[in-house]
């Protein structure tokens, strides 16, 4: 059936550094790809998104990449602050579904 | 945010009780969705719903039942209570083009 699989489970990273997450999907039909926020305690929460048609997308220092060839999928987040400190979800949609599957999170730590 | 709104927000049962989650949006949206969060799976599907009356299952949806008799309102009823229920409840809404809202989110504990 449809998999997200999400890579690192947890990561660790020094204030100022850039954090990266990967994910893989199985469904070569998913054409819409959001990340997810998770704040201790707190519903997830949009924080950017993909779609096929696009390979790249920026949001001042959050940028998602999309390889439709290897079905996989990246959250890169540059300078990192403490306050992006949370888990993070990527998930994976079909045109049409608006069925999300998830991947299982990523749990970013940023060490002042 | 406030547009969708979950009670109970935590609830303690027992097994074999019969517990209902309630979910409602303000914003019309036609798509309403129930995610199960527990660690190490993240967050799956149980079951969603495109419109008033037309509901389907997600990958978990053995052991809970769903309606949606309004297009407000999506609520989640647990048959049968199992430990394994257990979980942090989400119900989410999406509108047409637009992204997956969530709510707050029901923590249930079966003892």
């Known amino acids: 059936g449809e998999n997200v699989e999400q890579h690192p489970s947890t990561l660790s990273v020094q204030e100022g550094d850039s954090a990266v997450i990967k994910c893989t999907y199985s469904?070569?039909?998913?054409?819409?790809f959001p990340w997810y926020k998770q704040e201790l305690g707190k519903r997830p929460q949009l924080i950017i998104d993909?779609?096929?048609?696009?390979g790249e997308k920026k949001d001042q220092r959050i940028a998602v990449t999309l390889n439709k060839t290897a079905k996989h999928f990246s959250l890169h987040i540059t300078e990192t602050q403490p306050e992006d400190s949370a888990v993070y979800f990527c998930?994976?949609?079909?045109?049409?579904?608006?069925?999300?599957?998830f991947g299982t999170g990523t749990r970013l730590k940023v060490l002042a | 945010d406030a547009g969708i709104t979950q009670s109970p927000r935590y609830k303690i049962t027992e097994t074999g009780r019969q517990v209902t989650l309630m979910c409602h949006q303000t914003w019309s949206h036609s798509y309403m969705f129930w995610y199960r969060q527990d660690l190490g799976h993240g967050l799956r599907l149980i079951y969603y719903?495109?419109?008033?009356?037309?509901?389907d299952k997600g990958e978990v949806p053995d052991g809970y039942v769903v309606s949606r008799s309004k297009t407000e309102n999506f609520p989640l009823t647990l048959e049968s209570a199992t430990r394994s229920q257990t979980s942090v409840y989400f119900c989410a809404s999406e509108g047409e083009g637009e992204e997956q809202y969530f709510g707050p989110g029901t923590r249930l504990t079966v003892t």
């Open positions: 998930a994976a949609s079909s045109a049409g579904t608006y069925k999300y599957i």
């Open positions: 993909i779609r096929s048609n696009v």
């Open positions: 719903s495109a419109a008033a009356d037309i509901t």
């Open positions: 469904d070569s039909a998913s054409n819409y």
